[in-house]
Structure formats: C-alpha cells, structure tokens
C-alpha cells in the first residue's frame, strides 16, 4: 500500500531500523533514533544497488517519488544512478579538497626529502610567498592560465622576470603532479613558456691563469676575518660548490688520509663526494682548526659556535676586497670554472675533472656502467693545482700566520 503523509508522520521509532514501502522500489529507512530517508533499491547489470535519495522531511513524499521517476529514466537510458552519484561526489569533493594549495604541499612533501636545502628553502618560498596566497584556494582542476599570469606579472614587477619565471617553473612542477595524480588534465603553467622575454643564462664569472695570483695577493690583503680568508683559500684549493664549503663539519675530514668526504644529503646530486686533500688544503686545516673554537663546523658564526657562517660571507668578500675590483667580474663558484679550464689545459683527464667537480654523467647509459673514482689522477691534480695556486711554501705561511 503507498505511503502518505500521514502515516509517514505516525510512524515511530522501533527496536531495529524499519524499511518501509512505497511502491515501485521506493522505501522509506526509519532508524532506531527516529531519522528517516528515503531509498530505492534496484537491479544494474544483474547486480543489486540500494540508492538514498535524501532526508524526510527535507524531501518530501512527493519530491521522493519525482526523483524515483528520474532514477527509473536513467536505468531506461543505460545508467547506472549509484555510480553517477559517486561520480558527481568525487567532482564535488576535488572542488573543496583538491586545491592548488593541498597538491601543492602534496609535491613539496613528495620531493623534500630528496633534494638539497637550496631546493626546499627555494620551493618553498615560491609557494608560500608568491603562489599560495593568491591561487591557494582555487581547484586545481580546470585551472584557468590566466589567473596563473596575472600572478607571475606582479612578481615580475615586485622581483623581476627570472624569479617570476623560477616561481612559474615550481608551479609547472605542481600541476605535473597533479596530473600523475589524476588531479588535473592540463598544465597551465606549460601553456606559459614564453609568457615573457627571459634574459638569457650567463655562465659564471671566473678568471683566467693569469689573473689567479693576483686573486691570491688580494685574499691575502684583505682586512676581513682571518676565518673568512681561510673559507676563500679552502674554497680555492677544494674548489667544492660555496655551500659544500660553508656548512662543512669537521667529522667529515679523514685528516690522516688526506680526504674530505662529504656526505650525500649535502650534495647536489645526492651522492657522497671525496675530495682529495692537498699539503696546502692539509696546512690550511690545521690553522684553522684552534679558530672554529670547538665548533662541529670549520666555519662557525662569530656570534654562535651552533652555525656555520652566512652564505653569502664570501660573495660579499670576492665584492669588496681590492677595492671592488672583482665586483661582477668573479664569485665563489667562477672557482670552479677557472679550476676546470686550467686542469683541463694541463691535459688531466676529463673524466677524472668531472668527478672532482662532482658532476653527474648525462649519458645515462655510460653512468650506469662507469662507477670509476680515478682517485690517483683526482689526488695528482689537485696537488698540481694547489702547487700552483701556491708555489712557494712562504706564500702559504704568510697567508696563514700574518693575520
């Protein structure tokens, strides 16, 4: 018999939930606490579904019995109203949940902890201070480029256009992941590649042979820190990456074998890296050893023994020593470049250059197999450089004793 209003109203709860019928699939669920809703049940490709329509008596008999007609005329046409339902759901829910924001700390999280300390801090910044506070909450899916424009420009103006352009490559990374996850189709930040003129890349100012002895002579007439002429003289003799040097910790050095060892998770590439000593590199340490002041690190801050010196101590040295004559013209990393090139001309093998300069192969399939440290060759060149650097056992003495 169908159901009225009436009797919906005198129905009162019972021990157990009660399933009421209407009539043509149709029920009403009436649980133990008196809450009712309407259901339908129906058969799908000789399979059972059980369908809520919504609450009585937000949905009303009437209403409830318009929707089985609408159910009814989707199982005529061929579908299934249960999985149209969780389908429009999952659609629902991706508007609210799957933000750029949410995705976005989903790809953070994913990377961090394989990459260096430069990525996080850089990432993160230009999520947090450029992407977030405007596309934070928007749904990441069907993501309109042009909002993603409008972000870049004013970075762009507050910035300039090669920060902007790093900040839309991290959000070119974002919506890659998003889309791997099934998050998105598209990646707006791709469509953008050339939504501006950028400059081009330069590479790094460095010297030329003959211009080294004269860097040396300035290092040592700078009135600065001796701690901080020791940082430039290692760094010139190792020539390791400035953070490679700066955060250096004294329980990386094997001292009696003449090696640094740098630890993977400090590393670029993510690869433990050895790094042959020299005499000088050796005569260098241990002057510098009783001015750490029983620090963990080579380099500690003068205002705390905790943390190693600031990341840009050196570059600010190399610009204002010799009256700024290397302002611009040489920085920390140029050291590696002039290294290269002059190791290079003394006809050491390219191979074994690389591998001190810790680079990665890009031939993948001659990395898979070359697992050569040519740690003989690497121990002679670093020798002959350092020999260079400083060819006279006085030079060295003075740059460590004068100060």
């Not at 300039?160 to 070119?172: E, H, M, P």
Request: hydrophobic share 40%.
């Amino acid at each position: 018999m169908p159901l009225t209003e009436l009797r919906i109203q005198a129905i009162k709860p019972a021990a157990r939930p009660q399933k009421i019928t209407d009539a043509d699939g149709l029920y009403l669920y009436v649980l133990q606490s008196g809450t009712k809703s309407w259901r339908m049940d129906y058969t799908f490709a000789g399979k059972r579904f059980t369908y809520t329509l919504g609450k009585y008596p937000q949905l009303t008999l009437a209403k409830a019995r318009l929707k089985r007609g609408e159910i009814k005329q989707k199982l005529h046409d061929g579908i299934n109203p249960s999985v149209e339902k969780k389908a429009r759901k999952a659609v629902e829910r991706a508007l609210v949940e799957d933000t750029f924001s949410a995705i976005a700390d989903d790809w953070y999280q994913s990377k961090s902890d394989k990459r260096s300390k430069a990525w996080r801090e850089a990432n993160k910044l230009y999520l947090e201070r450029d992407l977030k506070p405007s596309l934070g909450k928007l749904a990441i899916r069907n993501f309109d480029a042009r909002l993603l424009l409008t972000v870049l420009e004013q970075c762009a103006q507050e910035r300039g256009i090669k920060t902007a352009d790093r900040v839309r490559q991290t959000a070119l990374q974002v919506f890659e992941h998003a889309i791997l996850k099934f998050k998105a189709e598209t990646n707006p930040a791709a469509k953008l590649k050339r939504w501006a003129e950028i400059p081009p890349r330069t590479n790094r100012p460095h010297l030329v042979e003959h211009e080294i002895h004269d860097l040396v002579d300035a290092i040592d007439a700078y009135p600065g820190h001796l701690t901080t002429k020791l940082a430039a003289k290692l760094l010139l003799l190792t020539f390791v990456r400035k953070t490679e040097l700066v955060e250096a910790n004294w329980s990386e050095f094997d001292l009696a074998n003449a090696k640094w060892i740098i630890p993977a998770e400090r590393m670029k590439m993510k690869e433990a890296h050895v790094v042959p000593l020299s005499k000088q590199a050796l005569q260098t340490l241990e002057a510098l050893r009783p001015l750490s002041c029983g620090s963990d690190y080579l380099f500690p801050k003068s205002s705390t023994i905790l943390k190693p010196i600031n990341r840009a101590t050196l570059n600010n040295m190399f610009a204002n020593m010799a009256k700024g004559k290397y302002q611009g013209k040489f920085s920390p990393h140029g050291i590696r470049g002039t290294a290269s090139t002059w190791l290079n001309e003394r006809g050491f093998r390219h191979d074994a250059i690389e591998r001190q300069l810790a680079h990665s192969e890009r031939n993948q399939v001659r990395a898979s197999y070359n697992h050569a440290d040519y740690m003989p060759e690497r121990r002679q060149m670093m020798q002959a450089w350092a020999d260079f650097l400083f060819p006279a056992e006085s030079s060295l003495k003075r740059m460590l004793h004068d100060d």
